[in-house]
C-alpha cells in the first residue's frame, strides 16, 4: 500500500529554518503530483504547497510564498518542504499527501480533495 512518512518537525525560534522531509512507498512515485498541507489547533487543515509530478511547477499558499520552498527528488521518493523566515503563525501539525490515481501527471494543487494518501504528521513549533 502507499505509505508517507514525513519527518524534520521541531521547535525553532521565530525567523528560523525548517526542512521537511517525506518520503514514499507504494506507488510511482514520479507519476504524481505531491502537497504540503497544515494544521493548527482548532483550525481546519490548509493548503500549504503543491508540485508536479516532474518537479518544475510548483504552487503555494500567499501565506507561505516568498519563505518556504517544495521541491522533490525522484530517484529518492521524497518531497521536502524548506521553510524559512519562519513566524508563530506557522506553528502546526505538517502532513504531506499525494494525489489520486486519475490525477497522474496533472499540475500541482491545492485542492485538498484531490489527495488520497496522506503522511501522519510532523509537528512544527515556531516560539516568539
Known amino acids: 500500500q502507499v505509505q508517507l512518512v514525513e519527518s524534520g518537525g521541531g521547535l525553532v525560534q521565530a525567523g528560523g529554518s525548517l526542512r521537511l522531509s517525506c518520503a514514499v512507498s507504494?506507488?510511482?512515485?514520479?507519476?504524481?503530483?505531491m502537497g504540503w498541507f497544515r494544521q493548527a489547533p482548532g483550525k481546519e487543515r490548509e493548503f500549504v504547497a503543491a508540485?508536479?509530478?516532474?518537479?518544475?511547477?510548483?504552487y503555494y499558499a500567499d501565506s507561505v510564498k516568498g519563505r518556504f520552498t517544495i521541491s522533490r527528488d525522484n530517484a529518492k521518493n521524497t518531497v521536502y518542504l524548506r521553510m524559512n523566515s519562519l513566524k508563530s503563525e506557522d506553528t502546526a501539525v505538517y502532513y504531506c499527501?499525494?494525489?489520486?490515481?486519475?490525477?497522474?501527471?496533472?499540475?500541482?494543487?491545492?485542492?485538498?480533495?484531490?489527495?488520497?494518501?496522506w503522511g501522519q504528521g510532523t509537528q512544527v513549533t515556531v516560539s516568539s
Open positions: 499527501a499525494t494525489v489520486a490515481d486519475r490525477y497522474i501527471n496533472s499540475d500541482p494543487s491545492p485542492y485538498i480533495y484531490q489527495y488520497t494518501y
Open positions: 507504494g506507488r510511482t512515485f514520479s507519476n504524481y503530483g
Open positions: 508540485i508536479n509530478w516532474s518537479g518544475v511547477t510548483t
